[in-house]
């Protein structure tokens, strides 16, 4: 008799139960803008974007990553960060616009299906000091945070239709933009600081909690803006592949593999 005992089949609990917390609150932020409580459903999209922070870093804390933990995850944002931020903003301001509000509300969620799409190909390879895109999780709380701020300041999403497409039309096209955005994945959390950084801290969360709609709608439009900004300050002509194109041919997004590829295309070169 073999002494080898079976694989034990099953996924790993914690992070896919951070995740499905993740999908719910995307799922509850459709449901909550779909009876008119866009207050509930913008805060819902934060809630999943504090999720979706965690499963992955407990996944890796736990030694518990898994492919079937990373699809699930890219399906749970596609319904957190692309379906609901675009259905809560189309209940909120874009339905008396007719065709231009809900092709505007689709230009968001084409915009996130693709920016997924395109992360996911790129793990392993993408340099981790830069998004190419606006990440779908801050392209989310752009659209959420606008309809925060509009519901605290008693402001008509219909009144304001035009601005409210174009806001959430161009939070989809960044998302499957080249503009470079710092992921933030190269600060050591680890690592120690200085006691005022404890006090800044302090001072950040007292700012946020005087008028949270506003100041995270504010954050997120300066971060927004940020791409751009370090894109054009970083290469010295502007070409239309530094704005969108093909994602392999951009080496500032991309670590490319060059020592592989000459030696590839020497082996070629010698076998002519």
Request: proline share 3%; glycine share 8%.
């Amino acid at each position: 008799m073999s002494d080898t005992k079976p694989t034990r089949r099953g996924i790993y609990l914690l992070p896919n139960l951070l995740t499905t917390a993740g999908l719910f609150s995307g799922f509850y932020a459709v449901v909550m803008s779909m009876n008119g409580n866009f207050e509930n459903a913008a805060i819902a999209i934060f809630v999943a974007m504090i999720f979706d922070g965690l499963d992955g870093r407990v996944a890796r804390i736990t030694n518990t990553q898994s492919a079937f933990g990373a699809e699930y995850d890219s399906m749970a944002d596609m319904v957190s960060f692309g379906v609901a931020p675009a259905l809560v903003a189309y209940n909120y301001g874009l339905t008396d616009l007719g065709k231009i509000g809900w092709l505007a509300a689709f230009i968001y969620v084409a915009g996130a299906a693709l920016r997924l799409a395109r992360f996911n190909t790129q793990v392993g390879i993408a340099d981790k000091r830069f998004f190419q895109g606006l990440a779908s999780p801050a392209s989310a709380a752009l659209v959420a945070g606008m309809v925060w701020c509009g519901i605290d300041y008693e402001i008509s999403g219909n009144d304001f239709g035009w601005l409210v497409a174009i806001i959430t039309g161009l939070s989809g096209l960044l998302m499957v933009s080249n503009f470079k955005y710092n992921s933030f994945k190269e600060v050591d959390w680890h690592g120690k600081v200085p006691f005022v950084a404890i006090l800044v801290v302090i001072l950040v969360f007292i700012i946020v909690a005087t008028a949270p709609s506003l100041v995270l709608f504010i954050v997120f439009v300066l971060y927004a803006l940020a791409g751009p900004f370090n894109t054009f300050k970083s290469v010295d002509k502007v070409t239309l592949e530094d704005v969108v194109g093909e994602a392999d041919e951009d080496a500032d997004f991309i670590e490319p593999l060059k020592d592989e590829l000459e030696s590839d295309k020497q082996t070629d070169d010698a076998k002519l």
